[in-house]
């Protein structure tokens, strides 16, 4: 099982950056796929989250307007499409998946597969 998270780096306030998350080694089909975040000193936080078969998603609300979360099938990938970005989306980010209903998805507890995290960094 694994979830490759990419994409993190360094941007000023205002700029965008496309996070992605390459799944495989399970069926996950029945599977939700998400993105998490964690800043230092910060509990894990959740951002995003869209189902991999039939469509749904849930957004954070502090990020509603600002991100967009997608998927590609085809390859097998999530992405986090982040714009207008800000100091305090400063984060390490995780994509995680889960088989739990929508209304569970921003319990990062009920995810059962996590990638190991890129660095989002916003700063001037």
């Known amino acids: 099982v694994q979830l490759q998270a990419s994409g993190g780096g360094l941007v000023q306030p205002g700029g965008s950056l496309k996070l992605s998350c390459a799944v495989s080694?399970?069926?996950?089909?029945?599977?939700?796929i998400g993105w998490f975040r964690q800043a230092p000193g910060k509990d894990r936080e959740f951002v995003a989250t869209?189902?991999?078969?039939?469509?749904?998603?849930r957004l954070a609300d502090s990020v509603k307007g600002r991100f967009t979360i997608s998927r590609d099938n085809g390859k097998n990938t999530v992405f986090l499409q982040m714009n207008n970005l800000k100091p305090e989306d400063t984060a390490l980010y995780y994509c995680?998946?889960?088989?739990?209903?929508?209304?569970?998805?921003?319990?990062?507890?009920?995810?059962?597969?996590w990638g190991q995290g890129t660095l989002v960094t916003v700063s001037s």
């Open positions: 995680a998946a889960t088989r739990g209903p929508y209304s569970t998805w921003a319990d990062p507890t009920q995810y059962l597969y």
């Open positions: 080694g399970f069926r996950f089909d029945d599977y939700a």
């Open positions: 869209t189902r991999w078969i039939g469509g749904g998603t």
